[in-house]
């Protein structure tokens, strides 16, 4: 896979590309170059099967990497491109008019990332969430904990013991 | 459209004639598989109460409860799971965790009760119908989700060893500590039985993270001679791990030894910490031993101005004099003595205190005492021909070799004892002779048959590997003598060494008799201590307890001023007196900042 | 019989900006729900229908009713933790999820499941793919009316459960495939029963074959229903038995080998009309194939050796940062897991690929455009979508 790496290289502005598998790699893609490079291996390199478009919120980092997994089945292949995109902010040009089934995609990480797809279709509908007013759920810094234990009650009696802790209360309590 | 196509669906019809396959009555008729996850059970005998199954649980089903009858002791924290059936997805991780495979599935999976509240239970605990039950999950035995082997230690081997003084022990690479560090289940039942108490899997954790500096820094709150634990200690701790269960314990010693042999000694005061503001105290230490040092470098670090009082001429007392070079190299022992030094201990060797300096005077001097003499006396067979020349102590050889004395060493040596100091003075002697003669003639005998014998397992493999002859179960009869030369020993076998009560009274079978020759005989069945520095107004004022001072639980004699620790209140082991002369330092300080008059 | 327009794709009309013209106060269009709790409905979903007359004209699709987070909820989980929890993203056919991510975490780890347990696996893999087939056909055929289908294919699929639970201690999430390998070798006797239970299948299929697909009123309501067009095939990220019945022979068990797969012989099954008569009827077929894969396995598969890898203390086990993905062909198409592991003892981001996460929204609402209100369950469920895919 490194040879078709080495001939998009000349076409496009590549960054970092790590070779997971024999049949997939990822690399990663300025944002402004996405989108024709999408064209041209759907068009040119055979990869017409959109296997999946979802983001990886990396919080201290301060940026949403956006994978497009692209297949190519005749040669047997998957390539990963990674979009980095500013946490603030983040907007992406949709690519629903590429792969149709985009659309659905861009919707659900407009909901649960909060990146925005201008332009796709109901990407500001609700999908998955009903009356949400809250950050984002799939952000890295909504905690799933602390929602449930606003939202919902514990069962009263539950109470549980280190075995550490109570091994020292029980057998050495005055010493240091 | 085809006329089959009209026809075909009739045949539906044909299961009018069929018999229904439902199962007439499946709470009765319709068993679990025999690998059904079903309600848990557990076998609460076995149970270590480790928590592992909480830990491992997603779904926090698990909490970890006392249970009545059950106490906490070593090596089981007396707690037990309980298991909320509200949240239990019945994934059987908790199941294959188990340290002790004490918890496991039957194959009942029909309960009802319409108290939502009855759905919490403790296994083995509350009685269930399917306590019984013969089927259901169990971890299979290859299915491990902890691995159970401990990581190969590399050692010299026999023939690489019994030539040199050189340690055995080579001590784990970082990828192996990291490796071994990974086996902890982090369950601390281990912290209980360490007599220090120290925070175990804490710097297991650090090991894992490659984080030396945070696993220094937790060695030295509770243990300021880490390289001498981690070569020499008796690992209680191993004894307990819930890894033992089902698999080799974790090598928790060799993983404390791994953090300080990896922090040079410059960067330790970095990362331990500088000691508080000085107090004015004064406090005097007797005997540079394991807890003398330990009570020194804790008073130095709460900011008391120590003096040590040693009448060897270096500090370290049984870790220095008892144990050979190849177990606990002296450079490493250094390492240990220089830091609790460095923090402004001050260390007056040569001294013994009763002879060159009166505790009289120390005690004008100082405001608190702290006494750590330890056992240096030898115990006799005092079978006949015991009190002949060529007949030693173990203790006062292996003093004698460190001190770079040469001792006597014939090419056939007895050593009578079985604890780790026989195996000591054998191991030793063995190396001399193998220097003097080329080949070994050590027989070691003791009362106790292999199994019981007091040494460490690996002391009895490793003495064997060097070609010492171990003969268990025989005590002296005699020691044959002539003129100044020994020539041998008798022995008769032992039936038992201790009566029902539990106490000291070998029984012998005379007409089992052998002899043994050699030159010498080493006797090693225990030491004793010399408290003749105390003047005896203040022996008879403090307390004896079978011998030993008593003291409270700071280590404070009777008398006020007076602490004591180390192997004459504990008997011999370096991690109690490590431990005695920490809690004495509170003890200490706590007298001293309260205006040490009470 | 021809009733409406006959190019029907002009109407309703299209504003200048692609919306539909659909004026709803006109009284010519009505609303409809259909769902969640539908019976044609197979899980929580629903489709807000605009219809004129008996005929749809647009659709919407509402997913929602089932999210539980699983990929979030992983992110607070250690690796180990999440393995009881993949299996309920899909519970018709589960393994595909404990697959996918027990060889996700394997490949990040560098660990290598030993091959018997990959002979396990794939066991389990046919025999979950069977169960789901059951499902579907019994859903295909009550979403026309039929019901006896469903209580035959439900029997057998509880005779395969049988099997499950004796194989994994479980009937329906089995959590047998974990990183690392299977828990367990396979019991005493398996292969007899799962002989008799084989047979059991083939002869139930023989009468869905006679009751279902040899009866008129299936033929007459399926046959030209809900075509794809295999130009549609990748714009719409159409796999599996969908894309076979249009003729693209989309088979992740052959296009990407995976587990024991290359040492079994096997042709992907194929049709070529594209309709809901075809899809149910590669279905059909593939449960047949999966019979003999089975029998292969049994056959084939070794008896003894390893059936863990040796893994890290799974209490902290951490994954070195990087990113992969596994696939493997569950019974309605490409089923695959994006794993992304930060080196922490926790996964990055999980992302789960469902087929029905295509095949249910995008594919649906182009499909259903013109179809009559009482074929919308037929044409959906021959698309043989799971919602929990499309939310997990």
Same mark, same amino acid.
């Given at each position: 896979m490194r040879e078709l790496y080495e001939q998009l290289k000349r076409l496009f502005p590549l960054g970092e590309y790590a070779e997971q598998r024999r049949d997939l790699s990822f690399v990663t893609v300025p944002q402004e170059h996405l989108r024709p490079l999408l064209i041209h291996l759907r068009d040119r390199a055979g990869f017409t099967h959109l296997v999946l478009l979802t983001a990886v919120d990396w919080l201290e980092e301060g940026f949403f990497q956006l994978t497009y997994l692209l297949n190519d089945r005749a040669a047997k292949r998957d390539l990963g491109l990674r979009v980095l995109i500013p946490r603030d902010g983040a907007t992406m040009e949709g690519i629903h008019d590429l792969w149709p089934t985009a659309a659905t995609y861009q919707r659900e990480l407009r909901e649960m990332f909060g990146i925005d797809f201008p332009g796709s279709p109901r990407v500001n509908e609700e999908f998955i969430l009903e009356g949400w007013t809250g950050m984002p759920p799939y952000r890295r810094d909504f905690d799933t904990k602390k929602f449930s234990e606003e939202n919902f009650n514990h069962r009263p009696g539950r109470a549980t013991k280190d075995p550490a802790k109570h091994m020292k209360e029980k057998l050495y309590p005055d010493e240091a | 459209m085809k006329i089959r196509d009209l026809l075909s669906p009739f045949t539906v019809w044909k299961n009018l004639f069929r018999d229904p396959v439902t199962i007439d009555d499946p709470v009765r008729q319709r068993p679990g598989a025999p690998r059904y996850r079903g309600f848990h059970k557990n076998d609460v005998k076995k149970c270590i109460g480790c928590g592992t199954c909480e830990t491992i649980c997603q779904n926090g089903a698990i909490d970890m409860v006392p249970v009545d009858g059950i106490s906490a002791k070593d090596g089981d924290s007396g707690l037990r799971p309980r298991i909320d059936y509200g949240r239990c997805c019945w994934c059987a991780l908790c199941v294959d965790v188990c340290m002790t495979k004490s918890l496991t599935m039957s194959n009942d999976y029909q309960w009802i009760d319409r108290d939502p509240d009855a759905f919490r239970f403790t296994p083995g605990v509350d009685r269930k119908k399917w306590d019984d039950a013969a089927l259901g999950y169990q971890r299979p035995d290859d299915h491990r989700l902890t691995p159970e082997e401990r990581v190969h230690m590399k050692e010299l081997g026999p023939d690489a060893r019994i030539g040199s003084f050189i340690e055995i022990v080579k001590g784990y690479s970082v990828e192996e500590a990291r490796k071994e560090a990974d086996r902890c289940v982090a369950c601390g039942l281990c912290t209980a039985t360490c007599p220090a108490h120290m925070a175990i899997p804490d710097y297991i954790a650090a090991i894992r993270d490659g984080d030396y500096e945070r696993g220094l820094r937790l060695l030295y709150d509770t243990n300021p001679l880490p390289e001498v634990c981690g070569r020499v200690c008796t690992h209680k701790c191993e004894s307990v791990c819930a890894v033992r269960h089902e698999g080799d314990p974790v090598a928790i010693r060799w993983l404390k030894r791994h953090i300080a042999d990896q922090v040079p000694l410059d960067q330790y005061r970095a990362i331990v910490g500088a000691t508080e503001p000085a107090t004015g105290k004064k406090v005097a230490v007797v005997g540079a031993g394991p807890a003398g040092l330990s009570a020194a470098y804790y008073l130095a670090r709460m900011g008391h101005a120590v003096e040590i009082f040693e009448a060897l001429p270096a500090a370290g007392g049984m870790m220095r004099y008892g144990i050979p070079e190849y177990r606990l190299p002296y450079d490493q022992l250094d390492k240990d003595i220089a830091f609790v030094m460095g923090l402004g201990v001050k260390l007056t060797l040569n001294t013994r205190v009763g002879k060159d300096i009166a505790l009289d005077d120390l005690r004008k001097r100082f405001d608190a005492l702290f006494i750590s003499t330890g056992l240096h006396l030898g115990r006799s067979t005092k079978v006949p021909g015991a009190d002949h020349p060529k007949v030693f102590q173990s203790i006062d050889l292996l003093r004698r070799v460190t001190l770079g004395e040469e001792i006597f060493c014939p090419g056939e040596a007895i050593v009578i004892g079985g604890g780790n100091v026989a195996m000591d003075i054998a191991r030793t002697l063995a190396r001399l002779q193998m220097r003097k003669y080329g080949k070994v003639g050590v027989t070691l005998l003791c009362l106790e048959t292999e199994d019981v014998m007091p040494a460490d397992r690996e002391e009895i493999i490793e003495s064997r590997e060097e070609g010492v002859i171990l003969r268990p179960g025989y005590g002296p009869t005699h020691i044959e003598t002539d003129g100044d030369r020994v020539t041998g020993a008798r022995f008769v076998r032992c039936l038992s060494v201790f009566d029902e009560n539990g106490r000291f009274a070998p029984r012998f079978d005379t007409a089992d008799e052998i002899a043994i020759s050699g030159a010498m005989v080493v006797e090693s069945i225990g030491q004793g201590m010399d408290l003749s520095y105390l003047p005896d107004d203040l022996k008879n004022q403090i307390v004896f307890e079978r011998g030993r001072p008593k003291v409270d639980r700071h280590f404070r004699t009777s008398v006020p001023w007076l602490y004591a620790g180390g192997d004459i209140v504990q008997g011999p082991d370096v991690i109690h007196g490590i431990a005695n002369g920490h809690a004495a330092a509170v003890g200490i300080d706590r007298y001293l900042r309260e205006g040490g008059t009470t | 019989m021809a009733l409406y327009e006959p190019d029907r794709s002009q109407y309703p009309a299209k504003k200048p900006d692609g919306t539909l013209d659909i004026d709803l106060t006109s009284g010519k269009y009505l609303k409809l729900w259909q769902g969640p709790q539908h019976p044609g409905i197979t899980g929580n979903m629903s489709l807000e229908l605009t219809v004129c007359g008996d005929e749809v004209v647009d659709c919407q699709t509402h997913v929602g009713y089932l999210h539980r987070g699983f990929e979030k909820l992983m992110e607070r989980r250690t690796y180990i933790q999440c393995f009881p929890i993949v299996c309920r993203i899909c519970v018709p056919e589960p393994d595909f999820n404990e697959y996918c991510y027990a060889a996700a975490v394997e490949e990040l780890s560098g660990i290598t499941a030993p091959r018997r347990a990959d002979w396990i696996r794939t066991l389990i893999l046919e025999m979950g793919r069977i169960n789901s087939y059951m499902m579907y056909l019994g859903g295909q055929a009550g979403s026309l009316g039929m019901g006896v289908i469903g209580q035959w294919t439900t029997y057998v699929r509880d005779l395969m459960l049988d099997r499950f639970e004796e194989l994994t201690g479980a009937r329906i999430y089995h959590m047998f495939i974990l990183p690392g390998g299977v828990r367990d070798g396979l019991p005493d006797g398996f292969e007899k029963r799962m002989e008799e239970t084989l047979r059991e299948i083939e002869s139930t299929m023989k009468d869905v074959y006679e009751a279902m697909f040899c009866n008129a009123v299936f033929k007459k309501r399926t046959i030209g229903l809900g075509v794809i067009d295999p130009a549609l095939i990748d714009p719409y990220g159409v796999t599996g038995p969908n894309a076979r019945a249009a003729g693209v022979a989309k088979d992740v068990r052959r296009d990407f080998p995976y587990l024991v797969y290359p040492e079994l012989d096997f042709e992907p099954v194929m049709g070529k009309d594209s309709d809901a008569y075809t899809r149910a009827d590669v279905r059909r077929r593939d449960v047949l194939l999966s019979i003999d894969l089975i029998r292969q396995i049994l056959a084939k598969m070794p008896h003894d050796g390893p059936l863990m890898a040796k893994i890290p203390n799974v209490l902290h086990w951490k994954v070195p940062r990087g990113e992969t993905y596994i696939r493997a062909e569950c019974s309605r198409g490409e089923y695959g897991y994006y794993l992304v592991a930060? *080196?922490? *003892?926790?996964?990055r981001r999980v992302n789960v690929r469902g087929p029905s996460y295509t095949h249910a929204v995008a594919l649906l609402e182009r499909l259903i455009i013109n179809v009559n209100i009482s074929d919308v369950a037929a044409l959906m469920v021959s698309f043989h979508t799971y919602p929990p895919e499309i939310e997990r």
């Open positions: - | - | 930060d *080196g922490s *003892g926790y996964p």
